[in-house]
């Protein structure tokens, strides 16, 4: 019997983090409102995007939305970073309980795999974008492996996030990556562990689609969910470029950027005018530590020989950039 016929159902999950966060929902629900987050969540409404149409996708973001543990599905899917890796654990045992096939990918799953692999029925390592076909596919025929490994894909096909699938009313700001991996060499950093040390960036069009995408939605604000923005300057400046032209192209209010990036980029006069002029209203930088030899010890060059506290100030005073170190 052809089983594909017949639409299979996956519950898609972002499990909570243990404690609260200025990124979480809890100051909201506790101040008497509907939980809300700081930015919309691009994991799951990009693996949405990457299903077959044999799915029938539920979204759950636990931190605005209570997991329903008796909610009619097939599969459960987990993703998640380390810090959600007690919480998956919880949440994978009680499905596999239930009878469900429990589905495991991201950031933890891939490199701690041993840890993760007694806990499902189906491990994902990588970036699952260029085996999610084979993935879901084979899952909706009924004869999936227990374990798949993803390549490094080429961020030209990645897919448009299923907004549609998400609660994005409840999120403060919007969510967009434009890049994946660093060049860097940082030891205490899974990135390049995770996604590699050549940075690869979405065609600009892909990008201004997004944003299109996130404008409609009502979002005047938007997280550039990258490790490293201007890590690739010359790249960077012309995403820049493009949304400063798309920003000037909005009849109504222009839409405020923030992303993350190293302190490295205060010695480009050039790069701090592009933010400014693009719309960028606040940065994350990490600042470790001013110490050189400490630097050196865990493989953070870039930062060696930039004097912390003047090129903080600089940003500081850069006209419109809020800084979180």
């Known amino acids: 019997m052809n089983t594909m016929h017949k639409p299979k159902k996956l519950y898609l999950i972002n499990p909570k983090t243990p404690y609260p966060s200025y990124a979480g929902a809890e100051i909201f629900e506790n101040s008497g409102f509907l939980p809300a987050l700081f930015s919309a969540d691009l994991s799951t409404t990009t693996v949405a995007a990457l299903m077959s149409p044999h799915f029938e996708v539920t979204i759950c973001d636990e931190r605005i939305t209570p997991v329903d543990f008796d909610i009619d599905t097939n599969f ?68 999936w492996k227990d374990e798949y490994v993803g390549t490094v894909p080429d961020l030209a096909n990645s897919p448009l996030p299923r907004w549609d699938l998400y609660p994005h009313n409840r999120a403060l700001i919007g969510s967009i990556q434009v890049s994946r991996g660093c060049p860097f060499q940082c030891e205490f950093c899974d990135v390049i562990q995770y996604v590699g040390r050549k940075q690869r960036h979405k065609p600009v069009p892909r990008i201004l689609q997004e944003l299109d995408n996130l404008y409609a939605l009502g979002f005047r604000r938007t997280f550039i969910a990258d490790d490293n923005f201007t890590v690739h300057r010359k790249k960077a400046k012309e995403i820049l470029l493009a949304l400063k032209e798309w920003n000037e192209k909005r009849e109504g209010q222009k839409m405020a950027f923030s992303t993350q990036l190293s302190l490295d980029a205060a010695r480009d006069d050039e790069m701090l005018r592009m933010l400014q002029e693009a719309g960028f209203g606040g940065v994350f930088i990490g600042i470790e530590t001013p110490n050189a030899d400490s630097l050196k010890e865990v493989k953070k060059f870039q930062n060696v020989g930039v004097d912390s506290a003047e090129k903080y100030s600089v940003l500081w005073n850069t006209e419109c950039l809020l800084l979180e170190v």
């Open 76 to 143: 459960v899917a987990l993703t998640g970073q380390i810090l959600q890796w007690e919480r998956t654990k919880e949440i994978a045992k009680a499905f596999r309980q239930r009878g469900k096939v429990v589905i495991i990918g991201g950031s933890y799953a891939s490199l701690s795999y041993e840890k993760v692999r007694p806990y499902c029925d189906i491990l994902v390592r990588g970036e699952i974008d260029e085996v999610a076909n084979d993935i879901f596919s084979e899952i909706a025929e009924g004869n």
